[in-house]
């Protein structure tokens, strides 16, 4: 592995778990009913869960191998919030991107059903939901592009990281 790709894969692991902390200290006091985004939390974990291992079945094995797939999902969750943190003490980023161009394919950057349940609670969504609620999404979506990709490219000219040496 490459001095490159150790920085690139620190930066992304570190990166994700401070926005994550940063958005979760910000998160308190809660405000009544945002505790139900946790609910939606673990039953987007649940289904993403049961969708790699019942339908997916041999991808979680591939993700394992090949976890540098996961570096610029990470990098984009931390270029995202680092966005809204300049000149702020609460985060709230201005941005609008679309993991469209990204992941191509039609994944969005943000949960729908989260954001529906807390305008019909009348509560504010909590920015660590929403974070971890894309980063869980953005794993089934490269889950589904890797299956996608074995069934589109033959086995003999499938080259994945083929680093300089």
Not at 44 to 51: E, N
Not at 95 to 114: H, L, Q
Not at 123 to 141: W, Y
Request: with cysteine.
């Amino acid at each position: 592995m490459t001095v490159r790709t150790r920085v690139l894969r620190g930066v992304a692991l570190i990166g994700v778990m401070v926005v994550l902390l940063q958005e979760a200290v910000a998160a308190f006091p809660l405000k009544p009913r945002q505790e139900y985004g946790i609910v939606v939390l673990v039953l987007a974990l649940l289904g993403v869960g049961l969708t790699l291992r019942l339908l997916l079945p041999g991808t979680i094995g591939q993700l394992l191998r090949h976890k540098d797939l996961f570096v610029p999902l990470g990098l984009l969750t931390l270029a995202n919030a680092a966005l809204g943190w300049p000149g702020s003490t609460t985060v709230q980023s201005k941005t609008d991107f679309s993991v469209n161009g990204f992941w191509t394919g039609g994944y969005e950057n943000e949960c729908r059903w989260y954001s529906k349940l807390m305008q019909v609670l009348e509560t504010p969504a909590l920015a660590v939901i929403s974070t971890s609620l894309g980063l869980v999404f953005g794993v089934l979506a490269v889950a589904i592009k890797l299956r996608i990709s074995e069934d589109i490219v033959p086995p003999a000219e499938r080259v994945i990281f083929n680093e300089p040496t």
